[in-house]
């Protein structure tokens, strides 16, 4: 499972042991991999609270070397890497806008320089869209993401805007896309998440899996009453 970001509403410590209680199973099996969104680092409306602090300390085992850094890569079997992204630095609420900055991009060109990671497919994971154009919630340096990765990586994958978006075949990639909400509706009333088949660079294909919403919300409040006490009032109302 790779989650592109946004664990949290407001990067609080709560709602990190809340997300980390709810993957846990998943996590103790060394199957999830996550990089923070907006919403888990944010400096407003408590300027002193660092989310990305949190982040790390509840979902470090969930991103790769050099631990606790971006980017991370992570070997995921099968000829297959995951490069990971912090693109929610710095981002001051309300606003959404996200970038990588030139560290973070200039280790990423040194990475993907590596001999080591020719034959590998390489899956890149950030949480902001990198085609959105809204001033508000854009990802600033977009471009020069795009000038670092162009015919070095497999497939993009991000969140940030709840909506569906597939690409095939741009800037060198075989495939860039989004990651529908699991537990918010998108615009057309469907909660669902994508599921990936790789075999190889020339074999990716991507599935678009839509959830029940009725048994989403039946498995939610049954979840709901095994919480630990400290966790239910966090809970938001689900599939809003």
């Known amino acids: 499972m790779i989650i592109t970001g946004d664990l949290t509403d407001k990067g609080e410590p709560e709602e990190y042991e809340l997300a980390r209680f709810l993957l846990d199973p998943l996590i103790r099996q060394n199957r999830v991999i996550a990089v923070p969104g907006n919403h888990d680092d944010p400096l407003l409306p408590n300027p002193l609270n660092r989310g990305i602090e949190h982040f790390k300390k509840h979902f470090k085992t969930c991103m790769g070397v ?7 890569i992570r070997e995921i079997g099968g000829g297959c890497v995951v490069i990971g992204l912090n693109s929610a630095h710095n981002v001051r609420r309300p606003s959404g806008t996200g970038s990588i900055g030139k560290e973070q991009l200039e280790r990423l060109d040194k990475l993907l320089s590596s ?30 993401l795009f000038e670092v990765i162009e015919n ?4 993009v994958l991000f969140g940030h805007k709840h909506h569906s978006r597939l690409i095939r075949n741009r800037y060198g990639t075989k495939l860039i896309c989004s990651a529908p909400s699991s537990v918010q509706k998108d615009d057309a009333g469907f909660i669902h998440f994508r599921m990936f088949e790789i075999k190889n660079k020339d074999h990716i294909n991507v599935r678009h899996i839509k959830l029940n919403l009725q048994k989403r919300k039946e498995e939610f409040l049954k979840l709901a009453h095994k919480l630990p006490p400290n966790l239910p009032k966090l809970l938001p109302e689900p599939f809003s």
């Open 115 to 144: 001999s080591k990671l020719k034959s590998k497919v390489k899956i890149l994971a950030l949480h902001h869209d990198p085609f959105n154009l809204n001033p508000f919630t854009e990802l600033k340096d977009a471009d020069e």
């Open 152 to 155: 070095r990586v497999d497939v």
């Open 66 to 72: 050099p631990a606790g850094e971006f980017p991370f």
